[in-house]
């Protein structure tokens, strides 16, 4: 409820390498990533959006695993990593709580794809 209430890397970055959007349209939350990338490394992240305190407070956890590290070693953050770190999320809200996490992950595996040339994403539907 804190990440919920008082979010952190909540924003926007301008002229980002990675812009990447989506959401869950069973429920219409969404979330924005924008990243600046530098010498390979993620140097800063930020995310907006509205949706439920888990989507929040859970977009907000996975920027602060990936800021710091390279393409490579964010892309390698599984599913497993990213939940000992939420720490227990009940079964029926699993998807409120990866809406962030499957949003970032693609938007940096396609901007590996796109030979790490600025990349766009929009309307990714988890
Ligand atoms: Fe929509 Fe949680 S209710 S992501």
Redesign the pocket.
Known sequence: LDLYKNPVNKGNITKPEIDVSGG?P????QVEFTMRIKDDVIEDVKFTGS??A??VASSSIITEMVKGRNVQQAKKISREDFFDELGNIIQT?I??AL?GFMVLKQGIEAYEKNESKPTIIKGIVI
């Open positions: 869950n069973s429920c219409g939350d949706g439920c888990i989507s809200r998807k409120c809406l």
